[in-house]
């Protein structure tokens, strides 16, 4: 049975940095796309970073910019998250999902599998 858990996650103050990590079981990391997506209260989800099989990493979102770093660790079969100089507006749940695609797009389509996400609450 494949699983995606999210961890790291939690409450923070505004200028703290979080290492988040998406851990598997069930799939190699390693073989598949791995993106990063966050959800704000009353927002959309938004495409965070994604991991291509290739070992491309795209970063999308413009308010993260500078401040978020993606990264494997193939042999704990554990993708992160490290996000520095944390702001308030941060504050929401971040999703880790797995695609076997090889592109970099951030449309994870139907076939991927999620993970139940960690909340990240940020405080000022």
């Known amino acids: 049975q494949v699983q995606l858990v999210e961890s790291g996650g939690g409450l923070a103050q505004a200028g703290d940095s979080l290492r988040l990590s998406c851990a598997a079981t069930g799939l190699t990391l390693s073989t598949y796309t791995i993106g990063w997506f966050r959800q704000a209260p009353g927002k959309e989800r938004e495409a965070v970073a994604v991991l291509a099989r290739s070992g491309i990493i795209k970063y999308y979102s413009r308010s993260l910019r500078g401040r978020v770093t993606a990264s494997r660790d193939n042999a704990k079969n554990t993708v992160y998250l490290q996000i520095n100089s944390l702001k308030p507006d941060d504050t929401a749940i971040y999703y880790c999902?797995?695609?076997?695609?090889?592109?970099?797009?951030?449309?994870?389509?139907?076939?991927?599998?999620w993970g139940q996400g960690t909340q990240v609450t940020v405080s000022s």
């Open positions: 999902a797995a695609r076997s695609t090889w592109d970099i797009s951030a449309d994870m389509g139907d076939s991927a599998y």
